[in-house]
């Protein structure tokens, strides 16, 4: 069965770091473009991060570069997002999706998605 499970949310602190990863069941991650995407309490959830399967292109959000890096490690079929200078404006639900090709901003594209994981930043 087709699965991605999120996994290494928490509380952090402001400047601290978290590394999520995303983990494919049920199919190889080898061909897929592999998006980062975080909801907000009362806000639209957003693009974060991408990562494609062909050329691999990588893509940031503008409110995370310089301090997110996404990475991928098909040999474990995991997708992993680090993320480092954690601001209070992190705080979301986390979520990875999967699609066939290239990586896009709209979430309609992408047809695998996690549960999602929950990060907050807070002192």
């Known amino acids: 069965q087709v699965q991605l499970v999120e996994s290494g949310g928490g509380l952090v602190q402001p400047g601290g770091s978290l590394r999520l990863s995303c983990a494919a069941s049920?199919?190889?991650?080898?061909?897929?473009?592999i998006g980062w995407f975080r909801q907000a309490p009362g806000k639209e959830r957003e693009g974060v991060s991408c990562i494609s399967s062909s050329d691999g292109s990588i893509y940031y959000a503008d409110s995370v570069k310089g301090r997110f890096n996404i990475s991928r490690d098909n040999a474990k079929n995991t997708v992993y997002l680090q993320m480092n200078s954690l601001k209070p404006e992190d705080t979301a639900i986390y979520y990875c999706?999967?699609?066939?090709?290239?990586?896009?901003?709209?979430?309609?594209?992408?047809?695998?998605w996690g549960r999602g994981t929950q990060v907050t930043v807070s002192s």
């Open positions: 049920g199919f190889t991650l080898d061909y897929y473009a």
């Open positions: 999706a999967a699609r066939l090709g290239g990586c896009r901003r709209s979430r309609t594209a992408y047809r695998y």
